[in-house]
């Protein structure tokens, strides 16, 4: 069946709401905290899925594919005449970059590369137009060109990843739950609300639907990953 993540509401469904928050709050804490442990069974899923949640932050934030558009311009414009043994390091240490934000496309040796960059410039135009159009207005074949550059930005944010941009980003996230959890979960009416709690409270909500993305389906589903979670908070 259809997965129905997206009707998840803070306000309807307070308990689960709270049980995300303390989920995530537990897996923010290792990287706040440092204290991994890498031998746990629980550990790699856990991490995992704080990466996938910071990664899912960022594109919200910013869902532009600027870094992708450049590539392919670049790549357009020199790599046919790019020569290795006389270009310098610079040139050199762009084409290598290039190359991996393409292969993020799927781009490999021996493709047919005006197919393949015309494939990728009509994604990129389709995103440009579409990227913040929901998805049940659009056609199949539109989705799935978007859905090809999305696929592309999550794995390129991914690997940008590092220990200080995910501490940074977790103590943004540590923030918003902190709120969430200590004023924010009695909230019962937005519009009673002032327009800063209104704000903060959509921010969280977003979040722990973010968080909840994989879960939501079921009940038994939600249980798995509370149980694979409980370890981080003991």
Known sequence: PPQEWTKFSAMAHKEQAIKRAEDLQACLDMVLSGRFDESHPHYLQAMNRVKDLLVDYQIEKDNSATELEQAVKWWNAYASTFDP???????????RNCKGLLAKF???????????????????????K????????????????????????????RDQLTPESMKSMAEDLNAVMNWYRSKGKDIKNLDKASASDADEFKKAEGLLKLWGY??????????EI????????R
Not at 85 to 95: G, I, K, N, P
Not at 131 to 157: C, E, G, H, N, S
């Open 106 to 128: 799927g781009y490999k040796e021996g493709d047919d590369w005006d197919a393949r960059t015309a494939q990728m410039q009509a994604a990129l135009k389709m995103w440009a």
């Open 130 to 157: 579409y990227k913040d159009t929901p998805i049940d207005q659009l056609d199949a074949d539109t989705v799935a060109q978007l859905k090809m550059v999305k696929m592309a930005l999550l794995q390129l944010k």
């Open 226 to 233: 509370a149980d694979a979670l409980i370890f981080f908070r």
């Open 214 to 223: 994989k879960v939501d389906p079921t009940p038994e589903q939600l249980k």
């Open 85 to 95: 043994l006389t270009a310098s390091e610079a040139d050199r240490e762009h084409f």
